[in-house]
C-alpha cells in the first residue's frame, strides 16, 4: 500500500508565503514524476507544477516565478515553496506521484488527501 500525505497549507495574507510538503510512504520501489494540484470551489482540478525523478520541472502559467517545485528523492517527498501569494490562489491543493509498488511492473498515480491553502486580500 501506499500513502501521500500532504501538509503546510493554511490561512495567510496576500503576499506572503506557504511551503507545502508531500511525503509518500509504503512499499515503494521506485517514484516517476511527482506534482501538485489544486482544487477552488467550483472549478476542475489544474496542474501547479510536475517535477520527474530526473529533474525536469513544469509549471502553471499562473504560478510561473511565484511558485517553486522541488523534491528528495532519498525522503520520497515534494514541496511546493509558494511566494508572493494571491486571493485566486486559494484552493485545496493535492499532492500526486506516480509510483511503482515493490513487487509490480506498472506505474500507478496516487493522490494526497489534500491541504487548504486560503490567501486573504
Known amino acids: 500500500q501506499v500513502q501521500l500525505v500532504e501538509s503546510g497549507g493554511g490561512l495567510v495574507q496576500a503576499g506572503e508565503s506557504l511551503r507545502l510538503s508531500c511525503v509518500a510512504s509504503?512499499?515503494?520501489?521506485?517514484?516517476?514524476?511527482m506534482g501538485w494540484y489544486r482544487q477552488a470551489p467550483g472549478k476542475q482540478r489544474e496542474m501547479v507544477a510536475t517535477i520527474t525523478s530526473g529533474g525536469s520541472i513544469n509549471y502553471a502559467d499562473s504560478v510561473k516565478g511565484r511558485f517553486t517545485i522541488s523534491r528528495d528523492n532519498a525522503k520520497n517527498t515534494v514541496y511546493l515553496q509558494m511566494n508572493s501569494l494571491k486571493p485566486e490562489d486559494t484552493a485545496v491543493y493535492y499532492c500526486n506521484a506516480n509510483i511503482q509498488r515493490t513487487g509490480y511492473w506498472s506505474y500507478n498515480s496516487y493522490w494526497g488527501q489534500g491541504t487548504q491553502v486560503t490567501v486573504s486580500s
Open positions: 509504503g512499499t515503494i520501489f521506485s517514484i516517476n514524476a
